[in-house]
T-cell receptor, first 111, second 114 residues
Framework: DAKTTQPPSMDCAEGRAANLPCNHS???????VYWYRQIHSQGPQYIIH???NNETNEMASLIITEDRKSSTLILPHATLRDTAVYYC????????????FGAGTQVVVTP | NAGVTQTPKFRVLKTGQSMTLLCAQD?????MYWYRQDPGMGLRLIHY???????AKGEVPDGYNVSRLKKQNFLLGLESAAPSQTSVYFC?????????????FGPGTRLLVL
């Protein structure tokens, strides 16, 4: 199973871009990279996912390296409401439905 | 469209008591999941279901039972609660299990076992 490594915490100034790194060096060719976030006391919220190509939606951008061993989630203009724990997850293809959540990165956006 | 809802939101139990947590989704999703989250930790999968009438064990199934009698509902049961089951429980659902799919989570149920 591909595992992910994320920094435990990071700070970001309001209005600036937040770049959240994730290492997944053992990822298989058909495994997706997902990002979720969890705002305090709430259920996790889907942000974005991708396989090989970079992806963008209204919330964020996902940059995946060519070798797929790492990725970066970009929040283009962080707001105070983006303060949350961000989880990088590699989808386990042999056990459908199962997402393995690690400890994530605690992001604190400051004024 | 309420998405995924969970009842109750909060519950206090004494050791040995039983209870059932209810998860409901109105998105016609086939797949449903129960996770638990302990303080400072990520989510761990307890049980999941790939369709009405089916259930399967996740990472931490001991002490829990589940049932999926209706497609829209997924019940998590604690037959004899223990303090180690104090946690926040999240339910999730998704439209498909394999490949590219998104899980939608409920707001959580906070359980305290004394």
């Amino acid at each position: 199973d591909a595992k992910t490594t994320q920094p435990p915490s990071m700070d970001c100034a309001e209005g600036r871009a937040a770049n959240l790194p994730c290492n997944h060096s053992t990822i298989s060719g058909n495994e997706y990279v997902y990002w979720y976030r969890q705002i305090h006391s709430q259920g996790p919220q889907y942000i974005i996912h991708g396989l090989k190509n970079n992806e963008t939606n209204e919330m964020a951008s996902l940059i995946i390296t060519e070798d797929r061993k790492s990725s970066t989630l970009i929040l283009p203009h962080a707001t105070l409401r983006d303060t949350a724990v961000y989880y990088c997850i590699v989808r386990i293809t042999d056990s459908w439905g199962k997402f393995q959540f690690g400890a994530g990165t605690q992001v604190v956006v400051t004024p | 469209n309420a998405g995924v809802t969970q009842t109750p939101k909060f519950r206090v139990l004494k050791t040995g008591q039983s209870m059932t947590l209810l998860c409901a989704q109105d998105m016609n999703h086939e797949y449903m999941y129960w996770y638990r989250q302990d303080p400072g930790m990520g989510l761990r999968l307890i049980h999941y279901s790939v369709g009405e009438g089916t259930t399967a064990k996740g990472e931490v199934p001991d002490g829990y039972n589940v049932s999926r009698l209706k497609k829209q509902n997924f019940l998590l049961g604690l037959e004899s609660a223990a303090p180690s089951q104090t946690s926040v429980y999240f339910c999730a659902s998704s439209s498909q299990g394999a490949g590219s799919e998104t899980q939608y989570f409920g707001p959580g149920t906070r359980l305290l076992v004394l």
